[in-house]
């Protein structure tokens, strides 16, 4: 496995990971799922960009 796809498989669990449904981080809202978020589509588009 290329270093490229061992990130995108951990951030995408890390993105399932921040969605906000457990009763302590109902009230962070979904800034830190947002700011996964955007990691991954910066990496995914690294990605397809063969730069990673």
Do not use: D
């Not at 990130?7 to 995408?12: E, G, P, Q, S, T």
């Not at 990971?17 to 990691?39: C, D, E, K, M, Q």
């Amino acid at each position: 496995m290329s270093l490229g796809t061992i990130l995108l498989i951990v951030l995408v669990l890390l993105l399932i990971g921040a969605i906000p449904s457990w009763p302590h981080s109902r009230n962070w809202g979904y800034y830190p799922s947002g700011g996964l978020g955007l990691v991954l589509l910066i990496v995914i588009v690294l990605l397809l960009m063969g730069r990673l």
